[in-house]
Nanobody, 121 residues
């Protein structure tokens, strides 16, 4: 069994910063790609940033230069540093991870429950 738990969301003003964290725990042999998504009310869930095990990153155009994804492989944790936040960044942020478990010896994708980010103007 695997759990992903996000934290760090909250209410901030435009221009401020937040740092999200997501910890994977449970039956984990290895965590491969870790990704942050976000979903605003009435909209689809979109990829925000992704990071591979070796550190290769990719960002949505809307957050390039403002957000930074990083990870600590020793802690099975991924972070999202969000600077210069805008009202349009308001959404529920989810993390997802591709995980190899010892039970079943297979790769599976897991999701966290989400953390709310609200940016006021």
């Amino acid at each position: 069994q695997v759990q992903l738990v996000e934290s760090g969301g909250g209410l901030v003003q435009a221009g401020e910063s937040l740092r999200l964290s997501c910890v994977a725990s449970g039956d984990i042999v290895r965590v491969a790609t870790m990704t942050w998504y976000r979903q605003a009310p009435g909209k689809q869930r979109d990829m925000v940033a992704t990071i591979m095990y070796g550190g290769t990153v990719n960002y949505a155009d809307s957050v390039k230069g403002r957000f930074t994804i990083s990870r600590d492989n020793t802690k099975n944790t991924v972070y999202l540093q969000m600077n210069s936040l805008k009202p349009e960044d308001t959404a529920v942020y989810y993390c997802s991870a591709r995980i190899f478990q010892s039970s079943g010896s297979t790769w599976s994708d897991y999701w966290g429950q989400g953390t709310q980010v609200i940016v006021s103007s």
